[in-house]
């Protein structure tokens, strides 16, 4: 089949050299930034004589291997390892090694650019004509540590383990295939240390493939509420599911018979063999890990579609609570009441609680607000008065004091309120359990509800005057 | 619809229902709470994105009290953002009583620009929420914002789209305050007193947390890139990132 000028072939598709430029340029492009950390050494005083590629990759070995143990490295723990390392090659004073491991892991987190992505360029060439395009990338990250605020281990991106373990132009669903085929073959042939080879990197694949899912997972997520989530990414995810049953099935077989083989073995391979069924067994529960990921990404989509469908019904949303969910309830309870109203009270039980919730756009606008603005627009976050303004519309000047007197004693919010209006047919004795229940969940005093739990005629009576109130509004 | 809803809510009490988003909605008002940190919250949250009827009240109870959902996340749980009519909202006098017009304004361009210097690009506030942005230190950005005040005052005298009149006075101010900052007077008068001041504030709020006291370093919480996210549709972060991308430089 022959080719034109163009790039293309004679039935219009591109020559195999266009259609794997890309891939293949951004394969030398993963290495650019720790090409540029060797050629800047130069910059700084005494780093001339020292290998920055391979004190680079040290310290992805140093990370990846962390993950590989599910315990995240430390900056400190990174730095120090990367420290002795360095020592051990050069000689240098540990003051001096210490200064030039931080400087390391600094460039391959991009400290310099305030850890934005690296960006190269690389061309590529489409029906639009030839291009040259931009390839964003990181090599390492920091992360936020759920159990440990203060902490932030290291993580290796899914392009540092492509570039780590040298799977530069395959995909890392293919480079875990042919690391479980090699393992079957080397244990076949009895050689335990290509076998145990082949399962360490089997293992770094298994990560990689790990953390190129959880990212996609993690940025799908924030726009959950998108048709395109649907598109893009549940059949990501059920081929994840179906790759990862397949790793699994496959990882089982050799574990298999890595215990057959136990028993046919020397003294002295029995070692190597722990190693590699460590090894299996670590592949195996990451991917067992995974595939709960995945199982519970695939039921949140599927519960924010239904929950679209079901809103994409219904009138305005911002009523949700009143107009389509409680609407049952108040229909029997508060049902001569219009939903404006109900919004009101909604809005009244919130102002309630003396509390502020910060918004970091909300304070910058205010605080970049112009003078002028300023006098015309006066706070409009709702004071005391305007909140009894606002309920003055609904209630009897008696009946405020009703409302108050329970609510503002008791900081009373939504949830409280309405466990009152559902607890109309209970006993008393549920009422008040409820009551109390909800008061100590929203986080009163303890010191209050206990008070309040010794007189128990407070609430008795707060919870008659609420009935009263509604049996009145009835 | 009705009926299907009916049956859904009769299939568990609505106080129960009500009781539980109640005690998430608690949860999400105490900007420091982490689902991590308290296992009631995590459930509380699974159930908001299992449950879609549970989300739906959730949504309802939030909206009703004037929140906008901002996001979701395992780390800092579900952020919102009250409306400038909610009884929630904050007010100029929760951040500082008898500030000056010129006060008010410095503090607000800082907050523009601590964003911009921790999120310089929408790629990075387009990262996993997991990863951490890295520390803001006082001194640093000190530097960093008298220089990015010069060239917003440079700009906004000759391009009407870079600012009010007062704005323009602002970011000289700014420069001039910076100036003449001694590192050692952390007063709210110094640009390097307001700046301490702004950080101690965002780690009241929950945005930050502090590392090194003693060398002004702090570190921002994953609650601060949602919050900087909302704010990067505004005009305030566009401006001082085109500064940083050069195209008015």
Redesign the interface.
């Given at each position: 089949m022959g080719t034109d000028i163009t790039g293309h072939r004679s039935d219009g598709n591109l020559t195999d050299f266009w259609r794997d430029l890309p891939k293949r340029q951004i394969s030398l492009l993963l290495t650019a930034p720790i090409h540029r950390m060797e050629t800047n050494k130069t910059r700084y005083e005494g780093y001339k004589d020292h290998d920055i590629r391979a004190y680079a990759l040290r310290t992805l070995e140093a990370v990846i291997n962390a993950m590989a143990l599910e315990q995240g490295a430390t900056e400190d723990e990174i730095i120090s390892d990367l420290a002795r390392f360095i020592r051990e090659v050069s000689k240098n004073e540990p003051s001096e090694a210490r200064k030039i491991a931080e400087w390391v892991v600094a460039e391959l987190?991009n400290?310099d650019?305030?850890?934005?992505?690296f960006k190269e360029a690389y061309l590529s060439r489409n029906e639009d004509g030839i291009r040259r395009r931009a390839f964003?990338f990181?090599l390492l990250?920091?992360?936020?540590d759920?159990?440990d605020?203060?902490n932030?281990p290291f993580r290796a991106t899914p392009e540092a383990l492509h570039l780590y373990i040298g799977v530069l132009l395959l995909e890392i669903e293919d480079e875990q295939r042919a690391r479980e085929s090699l393992m079957e073959y080397h244990l076949k042939h009895n050689n335990l240390e290509s076998t145990r080879l082949n399962a360490d990197a089997s293992l770094k694949a298994t990560l990689a493939y790990e953390q190129k899912l959880?990212?996609a997972i993690?940025?799908a997520s924030?726009d959950i509420n998108q048709i395109a989530w649907a598109r893009d990414i549940i059949p990501q995810l059920n081929d994840a599911r179906n790759h990862i049953g397949e790793r699994q099935e496959s990882m089982g077989h050799i574990r298999e018979r890595l215990r057959a083989k136990a028993s046919e073995l020397k003294a002295e391979s029995v070692h190597t063999l722990e190693s590699v069924s460590a090894l299996v067994d670590a592949c195996l529960s990451r991917n067992r890990k995974l595939l709960s990921v995945i199982i519970g990404a695939n039921?949140?989509y599927r519960?924010a579609a239904?929950?679209q469908g079901?809103?994409s019904?219904?009138i305005g949303?911002?009523?949700?609570?009143?107009l389509?969910?409680?609407?049952?309830?108040l229909k029997t309870q508060l049902r001569h009441w219009g939903p404006n109203e109900q919004?009101a009270l909604?809005?009244y039980l919130?102002?309630t609680?003396d509390?502020?919730?910060?918004?970091?756009?909300?304070?910058?606008?205010?605080?970049?607000?112009?003078?002028r603005e300023?006098e015309a627009l006066p706070?409009?976050?709702?004071d005391e008065k305007t909140?009894l303004e606002i309920v003055s519309g609904l209630f009897s000047d008696e009946d405020i004091n009703y409302v108050d007197e329970f609510l503002l004693t008791y900081e009373g919010?939504?949830?409280?309120a309405?466990?009152l209006w559902?607890?109309e047919n209970a006993s008393m004795e549920k009422r008040e359990l409820?009551i109390l229940?909800?008061l100590q969940?929203?986080?009163n005093s303890t010191n209050e509800i206990s008070r309040a739990s010794k007189t128990g005629k407070m609430i008795e009576t707060a919870t008659y005057k609420m009935d009263d109130l509604k049996w009145k509004t009835n | 619809?009705?009926d299907e809803?009916?049956s859904n809510?009769?299939a568990e009490?609505?106080?129960n229902?009500?009781?539980d988003?109640?005690?998430l909605?608690?949860y999400v008002?105490?900007?420091k709470a982490?689902?991590?940190?308290e296992a009631v919250y995590a459930d509380l949250l699974k159930r908001y994105?299992?449950?879609?009827?549970f989300?739906?009240?959730a949504?309802?109870?939030l909206?009703?009290?004037?929140?906008r959902i901002l996001?979701i996340?395992?780390?800092s749980g579900l952020v919102?953002?009250?409306e400038?009519?909610?009884?929630?909202?904050?007010?100029?006098?929760?951040?500082r009583s008898g500030m000056s017009?010129e006060e008010?304004?410095i503090?607000?361009?800082l907050?523009?620009m601590i964003?911009a210097?921790?999120f310089?690009?929408p790629?990075?506030l387009?990262?996993?929420?997991?990863?951490?942005?890295?520390t803001l230190v006082e001194d640093e950005f000190l530097k960093f914002a008298s220089s990015t005040s010069k060239a917003l005052g440079a700009h906004a005298e000759t391009d009407p789209e870079w600012g009010?009149a007062?704005?323009l006075e602002v970011w000289r101010l700014i420069v001039d305050r910076a100036a003449e900052t001694n590192s050692e007077r952390l007063t709210h008068k110094t640009l390097r007193g307001m700046i301490h001041h702004l950080c101690l504030f965002l780690c009241e709020?929950?945005?930050f947390?502090t590392?090194d006291a003693k060398a002004g370093k702090y570190?921002p919480?994953?609650r601060?890139r949602v919050?900087?996210r909302?704010?990067a549709q505004?005009q305030?972060y566009a401006l001082i990132k085109k500064v940083r991308g050069g195209e008015h430089a």
């Open positions: 987190v400290d650019e305030r850890r934005l992505p964003s990181r990250d920091q992360i936020y759920p159990n605020p203060n932030h959880k990212t993690d940025i924030r039921d949140r519960d239904e929950s079901l809103r019904h219904l949303i911002s009523r949700s609570l009143i389509e969910i409680a609407q049952p309830l919004i909604t809005g919130a102002g609680m509390r502020r919730v910060f918004d970091f756009n909300g304070f910058i606008e205010r605080m970049l607000q112009s003078p300023e706070d409009l976050a709702v909140r919010t939504i949830g409280s309405l466990i559902e607890s409820l229940k909800a969940e929203f986080g | 619809m009705e809803l009916e809510v009769l009490p609505v106080s229902i009500a009781y988003v109640g005690r909605v608690s008002l105490r900007s982490r689902p991590a940190g994105e299992s449950d879609s009827k989300r739906t009240i949504d309802g109870v909206e009703g009290m004037g929140f996001e996340c395992e780390l919102v953002a009250p400038s009519s909610s009884p929630w909202a904050f007010r100029n006098a929760d951040f017009v008010r304004l503090f607000g361009s907050s523009v964003a210097y921790l310089p690009a790629e990075k387009e990262m996993e929420n997991s990863v951490y942005p890295g009010r007062d704005l709020q929950g945005l947390t590392e570190r919480t994953p601060f919050m900087v909302d704010l505004e305030w």
